[in-house]
């Protein structure tokens, strides 16, 4: 949200394009429901394979990124720039580096704090702003240091109770699981839950997530105090592509004695 563009604010949605290598951006029709393709062109990664991906709105600056994983160990942030005819595009920033394949990723806004998934060794926390290097990280969490959590870390999401406060919520795919991590403070691990099937209503559960999102808005009905989205990597209720399954934060909330908005 809060993208200037021909002089209105706009919301911005981007998606990493394996087929072409490139950075998909759309501006959200909200009275359509539709995104429009506002991209200045093929907006290249320069990524062999450009993997998760997600967004930063820099509280200070204003300015709006994108951060996309890729080619096993590198991540690529880039600034969503307006150009003329209300399109939009990017310029490269930063270049960072990992040990092995990154996958999912999260910004906390509110702190400037980017969080990536390598997948088989943490979850890492380090800052979103382009000039503070690439080296600078802390973990939030190491796969072999939690044996509730198992690689791959595959999504990550935030759950915002507002004032700072709130929960980060990881894909643990090595055994069909979502950790719980606060957070503020140490932001330690809270626990974790699966998402098991309800034949009653003919759905299965969710399993092999690769990506997921998190909102504490309220979606309507069944879902006031928000929800996670998740990717069904194996669908089998009835057995057909994946497809995505939406799980109520109230739920989630109740099971592992969190708070809601």
């Known amino acids: 949200e809060g993208f200037e563009l021909d002089g209105r604010q706009v ?6 394009n394996r087929t072409d290598k490139s950075i998909a951006i759309y501006m959200l029709d ?22 998760g991906l997600c967004m930063y709105h820099a509280a200070g600056s ?5 951060f996309i994983n890729g080619d ?3 991540m690529r942030q880039w ?21 092995s394949q990154t996958e999912g990723c999260v910004v906390d806004d509110a ?51 507002g004032d700072g406060r709130g929960y980060l919520i990881v894909s643990s795919q090595g055994n069909d699981t979502y950790a ?25 559960g969710i399993s092999e997530t690769d990506g997921l999102e ?10 006031e105090h928000g929800a996670v989205v998740a990717q069904d990597g194996r669908n089998v209720m009835p057995v057909e592509n994946q497809n995505y399954k939406y799980v109520s934060w109230k739920d989630i909330a109740t099971a592992l004695g969190l708070e809601m908005r």
């Open 111 to 161: 702190t400037g704090t980017l969080y990536v998934g390598e997948e088989d060794v943490a979850l890492w926390r380090m800052s979103a702003d382009p000039a503070a290097g690439s080296d600078a990280r802390t973990a939030v969490d190491r796969v072999d240091g939690n044996p509730a959590i198992k690689d791959d870390l595959e999504g990550v999401g935030l759950y915002d109770l």
């Open 72 to 74: 096993e160990t590198a």
């Open 214 to 223: 998190v909102t504490s808005r309220n979606l309507g009905p069944g879902f």
């Open 30 to 51: 909200p009275e359509k429901r539709q995104l429009v393709n506002v991209a200045d062109g093929v907006q290249p990664t320069g990524l062999a394979d450009p993997y």
């Open 180 to 204: 719980v991590y606060r957070r503020e403070g140490k932001q330690e691990y809270l626990g974790s839950f699966a998402v098991v099937a309800d034949p009653a209503r003919g759905i299965d």
């Open 62 to 66: 204003g300015e709006t990124y994108v």
């Open 11 to 16: 919301v911005l949605v981007t998606a990493s």
């Open 79 to 99: 600034r969503l720039v307006a150009g003329d005819g209300g399109k939009v595009r990017a310029e490269h920033v930063r270049d960072l580096v990992f040990d």
